[in-house]
């Protein structure tokens, strides 16, 4: 009641005075909260919408997704239906090929879909997404137009590179392209759906078909689509949650800095009331109950606004249901709602604990009473890192504690590191006045100055991590393949049709053998390869030889990196490669470099033998070419049935497995920029208020104004130097990573990506010190600060 | 009424300790006015803040501090609270008044409504308002009173919850003659009427020879009626 009484007759009439601080912890809270609360949304309905489509996303119960096609295979199928083993099968292919859209042409996998009307066709999300198209429109594939009946929006029955890379899908009537399908998919219907039954029968099928398995050849059933899932679910709460805890983090930050300078603003409050008998006790649950209303309120807003949130995320992992609310969300936003009054309430609480210890004769004399016991941050540190771990158990999964635990670790290392930085700089001597002033001022709050460089360094990385990495690592791959690939075309033609390559253009001209095989000596599993002759003329584009020698050097074949690598084979090793009766042996002269693009090309020269001189089953002609796509001619390109592939296509193609993550990364970058100007709004409003005095002192001294703002732009420009730095080395550091890890190639730092930095941590870091500024010109003179008394 | 019994107090900052007060006996009795002057930095507020319970003196075995016959035990925080309440009120040279809130709201506020009803305090807070002849100003924000006017407020609102003994850090160091000599009549009418007693830490000597019972404290030692 007491408590009551003094809310209602004291705290509540501090709002308005405090308006800006509680302002800043609103908005955090909601920010905060709307994060957090999205995610447990997000993972619920990802998983739902994968359980109710585990079979169709695997076709069947059981697929097998093989790179030839196997006659034994289909004949064993055939026979297991008719003995009753299995209910039916599909036989379907898969293509590499292009898609004509808006006069560009973009890589699509084609799958055959016997569904399908012959005019019609179904994409996949990602392929829908990027090229923005929509039900009914019009498509052109292999120079045939098509109206989209249906837009996948998971990957269904397709082959595992058509689910990464996106796909179409067509009638097989309506393929006559003039190339082998890269994958043969054979999709099996159990007939029971049993797990343990379907699972007894892949086993048996893995038994049954062992010879013909390569090892490209791959099985699933239903389980292991439901795995995948899993992890693709865990990789996408792993982002999501790094992102939020940055948030989580920094919001807590502006919060218990806000908090702490409202209890600091108040010392005087307090202790006249405590002086006036007032129970510690009461002063400080009015004060709690204060803070309470205000998180209570940001809460609220966040759960609302997580919807939103949530809708989007979904969306960018193709999962496009209109309304995620539900009863569910409803009451696991209601939980959350609860859990995270909880940790405020007890961050709160070790904060409050400065009213109890606040000692009052102390504050009437003027001594400052400590703002920040080590034992508080102490505390707050054990009280976050309970938190995260009680977050996890809500969201579901302990991949959410392992991704703040990291986000954790690199903050705190990023945030030693420029304490570190800070403080060397700031104890370089200096004879100017003013230098020397603001280093030893920078030096006392480093701790601070620190929290600044951080949140701007996040700030601006994760403004180059949504919207410039992709063409970053665009940029790195295409220079990998630039620098090792001498082509950057490549057609397939049919060997009885016209093409004839530009002349001014380099180009290289094969004759190839689509049908031809060979033996691993691993396992000795039948291999499907691509032989390939040519002619010293027309061999003008030059492999890149990584060992052994070139084509027209000694007798041989020359094989694939990737091939080689795959299959366990080095020069000299003897390869037997045959066609129907034909076979003929060759000794490996080379190994070429193909970053695996048709890493099953064997090459040779002309030299004749059994295979090069079955003139018939050369029925195709593939060119590499180096040079724009408008040089190749419109007649060329307009030869149905022939496939040109632009290796620059394979970029975007390859990016669009990073698509859902990146517009993820765009929308979370949105919002840490939005808590990186809060936290250093917040920052610099805190050095405002404590600077006030200080300022007042220094003019009272009768040092003018200017000294003031030479100090001001000195700090700032200390700590846009050291957050440029970092931003950069952070952001080389994770592309690096990325760029490595997934394309194996070293990512190319582009000097305008260095300029952004430069320009994003300097534009920010002058709107939060502008802000300073203006309090110096119109506060500095104020020297009724200078009176101890009110 | 309250005794202090072997009271000293050491302060220690860093590797220096400076004793402020060494042994000290001190009574305070009801109805009594007692005026304690002393050099600056000789532990008058020091003693008035072990007296007030605001500060806890060196720990000693012989050191004791009794209200109403009752051992003071230093380390229970509630127990302090409960005797502040009951029976003390304070008045210091800066008011400590919240500047947000207006005149009645800060005399309002230590009042426990428990113990006191609102309405009554109300009405009791308006009767001594009148009594220090600010009734028309009550619902003033205290940065538009003057300085004797803030500290007559302060007055008041030490006086709200009836206490036995009113402690005075130097209430009228901020404040011209005139105003002082309001402020010392209002205090001992104050006293008078609610039979508590008055202690009052001060550095002028002519407030200081008004006191009942005059003290110098010295070299941390006290002297009484010198």
Same mark, same amino acid.
């Given at each position: 009641m007491r408590t009551l009484n003094i809310f209602t007759s004291y705290n509540l009439k501090q709002f308005k005075s405090s308006k800006i601080l509680y302002f800043f912890i609103c908005i955090s809270v909601t920010i905060a909260t709307c994060m957090a609360l999205s995610v447990p949304v997000i993972i619920n309905t990802m998983t739902t919408a994968s359980e109710k489509s585990q079979k169709r996303i695997n076709g069947a119960d059981i697929k097998i997704e093989m790179n030839y096609k196997s006659q034994n295979v289909c004949d064993k199928l055939d026979s297991l239906v008719d003995s009753g083993v299995i209910k039916n099968y599909t036989y379907k292919q898969a293509y590499n090929a292009s898609i004509h859209h808006q006069k560009n042409d973009y890589y699509i996998d084609l799958v055959t879909e016997d569904n399908l009307a012959d005019n019609e066709a179904t994409v996949s999300s990602t392929t829908a997404e990027k090229l923005n198209l929509h039900l009914k429109d019009k498509i052109s594939v292999l120079g045939e137009n098509y109206t989209i009946k249906s837009i996948d929006d998971l990957n269904f029955g397709v082959s595992s590179q058509a689910s990464q890379l996106g796909y179409v899908k067509l009638n097989s009537k309506n393929i006559s392209i003039d190339t082998k399908p890269y994958a043969h998919l054979y999709l099996i219907n159990a007939k029971s759906d049993s797990s343990s039954k379907i699972k007894s029968l892949k086993a048996q099928l893995k038994k049954d078909f062992k010879k013909d398995f390569n090892s490209n050849c791959l099985i699933s059933s239903t389980e292991d689509v439901a795995k995948e899932n899993a992890e693709k679910i865990n990789s996408t709460v792993l982002i999501i949650n790094m992102l939020n805890t940055i948030v989580f983090l920094f919001t807590l930050f502006a919060i218990i800095s806000c908090l702490n300078m409202i209890l600091s603003l108040r010392n005087k409050d307090i202790a006249a009331m405590k002086l006036s008998n007032i129970p510690s006790k009461n002063i400080k649950n009015a004060f709690l109950l204060e803070f309470f209303s205000t998180t209570t309120l940001g809460i609220i807003l966040g759960a609302i606004l997580s919807n939103k949130i949530s809708f989007l995320m979904l969306k960018y992992n193709?999962? @496009?249901?209109?309304? @995620?609310?539900?009863i569910n969300s409803a009451l696991t936003i209601f939980v959350g709602c609860i859990l995270f009054e909880i940790i405020y309430i007890l961050y709160g609480f070790t904060l409050a604990k400065k009213i109890k210890h606040l000692k009052p004769l102390a504050v009437i004399k003027g001594d400052e009473p400590a703002t920040f016991k080590r034992r508080h941050g102490f505390s707050m540190i054990l009280i976050t890192i309970i938190s995260m771990f009680v977050y996890s158990i809500y969201v579901g999964t302990i991949t959410a504690f392992i991704s703040s635990v990291i986000i954790f670790i690199v903050l705190l290392l990023l945030f030693v590191v420029s304490i570190l930085l800070i403080y060397i700089l700031s104890s370089i001597p200096l004879s100017w006045k003013c230098g020397n002033y603001t280093f030893k001022k920078i030096k006392s709050r480093k701790c601070s100055n620190a929290l600044v460089v951080v949140s701007l360094v996040f700030m601006s990385s994760f403004i180059l991590f949504g919207f410039r990495l992709p063409q970053g690592l665009t940029d790195s791959y295409s220079k990998g393949l630039n620098d090792t690939l001498p082509y950057n075309h490549i057609a397939f033609v049919s060997a009885k049709k016209d093409f004839n390559p530009i002349k001014k253009i380099t180009y290289s001209k094969f004759d190839v053998n689509f049908d031809c095989t060979t033996i691993d000596p691993s396992n000795n599993s039948l291999v499907p390869v691509i032989f390939a002759k040519t002619s010293e003329e027309n061999y003008g584009l030059k492999y890149k030889i990584k060992s052994g020698v070139n084509l027209f050097e000694g007798s041989g074949v020359l094989i694939s990196d990737v091939f080689a690598k795959d299959h366990n084979l080095n020069l000299r090793d003897n390869l037997t490669i045959s066609y129907n009766d034909i076979s003929a042996s060759f000794k490996i002269k080379g190994i070429y470099v193909s970053k695996n693009i048709n890493p099953t090309i064997i090459l040779s020269d002309n030299t004749s033998n059994v295979l090069t001189d079955a003139k018939e089953s050369f029925s195709k002609e593939m060119y590499l070419m180096n040079c724009d796509s408008a040089t190749i001619t419109a007649e060329a390109k307009s030869l149905k049935g022939a496939m040109f592939l632009n290796i620059s296509d394979l970029n975007d193609a390859l990016l669009s497995l990073l698509d859902g993550y990146v517009k993820m990364l765009r929308l979370l970058s949105i919002i840490c920029i939005i808590v990186a100007i809060i936290f250093g709004l917040n920052i610099c409003q805190l050095f405002s208020i404590k600077d006030g005095k200080e300022y007042a002192i220094i003019r009272g001294l009768g040092l003018t104004k200017g000294f003031l703002t030479c100090s001001n732009a000195l700090e700032l420009i200390q700590i846009d130097f050291i957050s440029s730095v970092l931003s950069i080395a952070f952001y080389y550091t994770v592309s690096t990573l990325l760029s490595t890890n997934l394309f194996k190639e070293t990512f190319v730092f582009s000097v305008f990506d260095g300029f952004l930095i430069i320009l994003l941590n300097t534009l920010i870091a002058f709107i939060i010190f502008s802000k300073r500024q203006i309090h110096i010109q119109k506060k500095s003179n104020d020297f009724t600060l200078l009176k101890d008394y009110d | 009424m309250i005794k202090l019994e072997h009271i000293s107090k050491t302060f220690k900052t860093g590797s220096t300790s400076q004793k402020v007060l060494d042994n000290v006996n001190f009574q305070i009795n009801d109805n009594d006015f007692i005026t304690i002057k002393g050099p600056s930095g000789c532990g008058k507020s020091t003693l008035l803040g072990i007296t007030s319970l605001l500060l806890s003196p060196d720990h000693d075995i012989r050191s004791a501090l009794y209200y109403d016959d009752f051992k003071v035990n230093f380390k229970k925080e509630k127990q302090l609270e409960s005797l502040r309440m009951h029976n003390i009120g304070m008045v210091f040279q800066s008011t400590n008044l919240i500047s947000s809130l207006s005149v009645l709201e800060n005399v309002l506020l230590p009042v426990d409504y428990k113990i006191i009803p609102r309405r009554d305090a109300i009405e009791k807070a308006k009767l001594l308002l009148t009594k220090v002849g600010l009734r028309e100003k009550k619902n003033f924000k205290i940065s538009l009173l003057s300085g004797g006017e803030a500290q007559r407020v302060s007055i008041v609102r030490a006086l709200m919850n009836d206490p036995k003994v009113l402690f005075c850090d130097e209430p009228t160091g901020a404040l011209d003659k005139e105003t002082s000599s309001e402020i010392l009549e209002l205090l001992l009418e104050f006293s008078k009427e609610n039979n508590s007693a008055l202690v009052i830490v001060t550095h002028d000597n002519d407030i200081w020879m008004s006191g009942k019972r005059k003290v110098i404290l010295e070299g941390g030692r006290l002297i009484e009626n010198p």
């Open positions: 193709g999962i @496009t249901s209109k309304n @995620t609310f539900s | -």
